[in-house]
């Protein structure tokens, strides 16, 4: 599995997850999600990483293929701090990508890039992302009631991790 940009010819697979109905149950995409959004995303982001806003990074296996995304966004208070959010196409579930694309990307973030501290949410009906979390070394640090406006479902209660360099140990 290698992290690192999105390309202009993954348009085609950031659609096809995007659309995905779990990606778009338990992430933040648009929905309907075209290939005007997979554009945006991946040509903006360049520009939002210069900013130091965020980071997205395309998750990949050894052939090339996407497998997935995962990145965090900077809290624009606090610099120190970034939120990490991930989605992994139907295809590739089940295999601890996203866990493994976790962990290497909070141990960069920490102990190179000068984050002090990596927050996750997850609603508490996916069940999937609050494993990866937990297995990734995230600590869970309370439950966020109705902390999600879902539109017509109402609001979702929310579990908040976080994960500070402390937390990794040594490094490998």
Same mark, same amino acid.
């Given at each position: 599995?290698?992290?690192?940009?999105?390309?202009?010819?993954?348009?085609?697979?950031?659609?096809?997850?995007?659309?995905?109905?779990?990606?778009?149950?338990?992430?933040?995409?648009?929905?309907?999600?075209? !290939? /005007?959004? %997979?554009? $945006?995303?991946?040509?903006?982001?360049? *520009? =939002?990483?210069?900013?130091?806003? @965020? #980071? +997205?990074?395309?998750?990949?296996?050894?052939?090339?293929?996407?497998?997935?995304?995962?990145?965090?966004?900077?809290?624009?208070?606090?610099?120190?701090?970034?939120?990490?959010?991930?989605?992994?196409?139907?295809?590739?579930?089940?295999?601890?990508?996203?866990?493994?694309?976790?962990? !290497? /990307?909070? %141990?960069? $973030?920490?102990?190179?890039?000068?984050? *002090? =501290?990596?927050?996750?949410?997850? @609603? #508490? +009906?996916?069940?999937?992302?609050?494993?990866?979390?937990?297995?990734?070394?995230?600590?869970?640090?309370?439950?966020?009631?109705?902390?999600?406006?879902?539109?017509?479902?109402?609001?979702?209660?929310?579990?908040?991790?976080?994960?500070?360099?402390?937390?990794?140990?040594?490094?490998?």
């Amino acid at each position: 599995m290698v992290l690192g940009p999105f390309r202009d010819d993954d348009a085609d697979a950031v659609v096809a997850a995007c659309r995905d109905p779990l990606v778009q149950r338990f992430t933040r995409v648009p929905i309907p999600y075209g !290939l /005007l959004d %997979a554009h $945006a995303f991946i040509d903006g982001a360049p *520009v =939002r990483r210069a900013r130091g806003e @965020s #980071l +997205e990074l395309a998750v990949r296996d050894r052939d090339g293929r996407l497998l997935g995304a995962i990145g965090f966004i900077v809290d624009r208070f606090d610099p120190g701090q970034a939120e990490v959010g991930y989605w992994v196409a139907p295809a590739a579930r089940g295999r601890g990508i996203a866990t493994r694309a976790l962990r !290497l /990307l909070s %141990a960069w $973030a920490l102990r190179e890039a000068g984050l *002090v =501290r990596l927050s996750l949410t997850a @609603s #508490l +009906e996916n069940p999937a992302s609050l494993r990866v979390a937990e297995r990734a070394g995230f600590r869970r640090e309370g439950i966020m009631r109705d902390a999600w406006p879902r539109g017509p479902r109402g609001r979702e209660d929310l579990a908040l991790y976080g994960l500070l360099a402390a937390d990794l140990g040594p490094p490998a």
